[in-house]
């Protein structure tokens, strides 16, 4: 009999939080126990990586609603007809 096939620390990895808000908590959390030191190696390693993960998350939604606002300001700025 074959023993299961191992589960990699990504395939534990919850997604990507569904919200930009709940990645930010998560976010801090992960943070605060960074900088506790009290993790082990292993634990460490996979909450830095999810930290990652989440930063990049956060980037990019702050990039695309930058970008949301840069099309709406641009649409707002152009003159009105007096007719």
Known sequence: ???PP???AAADTPPVA???EAALQELEQLVAQLD???L???QLLS???RGAELLAFCRERLQAV???IQVFEAGQSKPWNDE
């Open 1 to 3: 009999m074959t023993p």
């Open 6 to 8: 191992a589960r990699s």
């Open 18 to 20: 569904p919200s930009y």
């Open 36 to 38: 506790a030191g009290q």
């Open 40 to 42: 082990p190696l292993d």
């Open 47 to 49: 909450r830095y990586r």
């Open 66 to 68: 930058e970008q949301q």
